[in-house]
């Protein structure tokens, strides 16, 4: 009996992996239940023993995707705290190797356009993935500067979605560098001063 739930376990966090690299190919409307599974390398029937339905498999893919890749994203940082922890975190995010990541990098640009067109369930989850990560970065601060902070984190996670979404838009490599260059630039004026 141990054996059947380790292995659905084990099962279910294929699934999360391979949902969140299917969603932020094809967003939610190009993504379906069939690709889902495929890609996991498991049959569609499979699926109703993990899952309720597809908004109940974007949204957990979505949240474990974030959860994921936060980990990419914030190793060797964790012991940075306030504005030098924004400022690394930036470089990492705005990076050559970030923009390459695609399929396991942050899912917010790849899937911001498409839950923007999209109905309240992907609205949702966007919104819990959204709150996740500037949890994520206001937990560098101490409780009485999260108020103050929350702002511009905020910006510097706009600056930082907006242009990773057009860099990954260009087949230029000489526009996608110029856009990230951009963006940091920005994020650096806009953190001067903060210590």
């Known amino acids: 009996m141990r054996y059947d739930q380790d292995r659905k376990v084990r099962s279910r966090a294929i699934i999360l992996d391979a949902g969140a690299r299917v ?3 094809h967003g939610y409307r190009g993504a379906s239940v069939s690709k889902v599974m495929a890609e996991a390398g498991f049959t569609v029937g499979g699926f109703y023993a993990h899952f309720k ?3 109940e ?3 957990k893919s979505f949240i474990h995707a974030v959860s994921e ?13 306030r504005w030098d922890w924004v400022r690394a975190m930036a470089e990492r995010y705005l990076s050559d190797e970030h923009l390459q990541m695609s399929d396991k990098g942050c899912p917010l640009p790849s899937l911001s356009s498409d839950v923007a067109r999209d109905e309240a369930n992907a609205k949702s989850a966007f919104d819990d993935c ?8 206001l937990e560098h601060f101490p409780e009485s500067e999260r ?7 905020i910006s510097v996670y706009c600056m930082g979605i907006g242009a ?3 860099a990954r838009a260009y ?12 963006a940091r630039s920005g994020i650096s004026t806009l953190l001067e001063g903060r210590e």
């Open 164 to 166: 990773l979404s057009l």
């Open 130 to 137: 959204l709150q996740l990560r500037l949890e994520q970065a």
């Open 69 to 81: 890749s936060g980990h990419l994203l914030h190793e060797g940082i964790e012991t940075l705290s």
């Open 57 to 59: 498999l974007y949204r």
């Open 53 to 55: 339905d597809k908004d």
């Open 147 to 153: 108020d103050q902070a929350r702002e511009v984190v």
């Open 171 to 182: 087949q230029s490599d000489d526009r996608r560098i110029e856009i990230l260059q951009a």
């Open 23 to 25: 969603f932020r190919r």
